[in-house]
């Protein structure tokens, strides 16, 4: 019988792993946004040589549509966690803002869950990642919750792989 267990967000982490990348681990994330993938719809139609209609007295063909798959959209990927003291993802974003060897900022990565006791349960793998925004939540000394720090990253492809493998 295959495992249906429920992943609940009070018991996993969200990790989020880059090629390329000199850290083993280059962001934890609380939350994550925008896991879509859409494939367009082409409409085909044609006219066929055939008469039809009550006894073939349609002096013309008949029109006849078919669908067909066109290309998959990925919608662009938000993250979210506690502000903290990596400059991982400032440095990549101002990497890509620079403009300098622009291509080379492209990367692959992972984004994996993993529960309380580290043990993978749920992956997804992005090719030509890059970020198209960075965001801080207003700052407050007097706020008793804390800040959040938020990432866009447009991605050309997305796939979900099965854990562990």
């Known amino acids: 019988m295959a495992e249906a267990e429920l992943l609940t967000p009070t018991r996993y982490f969200l990790e989020l792993s880059l090629d390329g990348s000199n850290d083993s681990v280059d962001a934890l994330f609380k939350e994550c946004s925008g896991f879509k993938a859409t ?10 040589p055939q008469k039809w209609g009550k006894n073939g007295s349609a002096p013309h063909g ?37 403009g300098a060897n622009w291509a080379e900022q492209r990367r692959n990565g992972a984004l994996i869950l993993y529960d309380t006791s580290a043990k ?27 800040e959040i720090e ?10 979900r792989i099965k854990a562990g493998s």
């Open 39 to 48: 494939q367009d719809t082409i409409e085909v139609c044609e006219v066929t």
């Open 62 to 98: 008949r029109v006849v549509r078919t669908k067909v798959p066109g290309n998959i959209t990925y919608t662009n990927l938000t993250l979210k966690r506690g502000l903290n003291v990596s400059m991982t993802l400032w440095n990549w974003l101002n990497s890509v803002q620079e």
């Open 120 to 146: 993978e349960k749920f992956r997804f793998e992005f090719k030509g990642a890059w970020p198209v925004s960075y965001t801080i939540s207003d700052l407050s000394i007097e706020g008793e919750g804390y």
């Open 150 to 159: 938020e990432v866009e990253v447009a991605i050309e492809e997305l796939i």
